[in-house]
């Protein structure tokens, strides 16, 4: 989990099942505070660390990477450390409230050849997540050759989180 800060989404995968996760924050007080927080959930660990040189982890170390939306803003070098320290399979995450038509092209370059899914997930507890929809929500969704997502999916809703699946 780069760019962890003080969200207690580590801790709820934890609670459905993961074993053994990173959190990296640039803030030695955020580190300090949820190494504290968590001292009693072996499962998560606390590093301060820039996610643009992650030079304690090895190539190829983690299964997976999730990204929250900040990091990804900061700028490619943060992609690239985070592609580097992924295994050939393995899956970087960019949960963000952010247009496919801008993010698309930073993920989808030359330095990253990695094949893109795409999900659009409603916000726990919203009035989208309550809706009825045909739609089964952890399907990729289709983009139009513009990059831009079906009418259904207003890309100013803050009730919807685009989810970016890429995999090395």
Not at 49 to 60: L, N, P, T
Not at 151 to 168: A, G, I, Q, S, W
């Amino acid at each position: 989990m780069v760019g962890c800060g003080n969200a207690a989404i580590s801790e709820d995968m934890v609670k459905d099942g993961y074993q053994n996760i990173m959190n990296i924050d640039i803030s030695a007080v955020v580190v300090e505070a949820m190494t504290v927080k968590y001292k009693d959930i072996p499962q998560l660990k606390y590093q301060k660390m820039d996610v643009r040189s992650m030079k304690a982890f090895k190539d190829g170390e983690f299964d997976s990477v999730l990204d929250k939306g900040k990091i990804f803003i900061i700028s490619s070098y943060c992609l690239c450390d985070c592609a580097r320290v992924l295994k050939v399979g393995g899956k970087y995450m960019l949960i963000t409230y952010g247009d496919p038509r801008v993010r698309i092209p930073h993920l989808k370059t030359e330095n990253f050849l990695w094949e893109i899914a795409i999900h659009v997930i409603p916000r726990s507890g919203s009035h989208r997540a309550k809706e009825s929809t045909l739609r089964v929500i952890t399907d990729p969704v289709t983009l139009n050759t513009d990059l831009s997502l079906n009418p259904f999916f207003n890309l100013d809703d803050p009730d919807l989180h685009y989810t970016y699946v890429c995999t090395k």
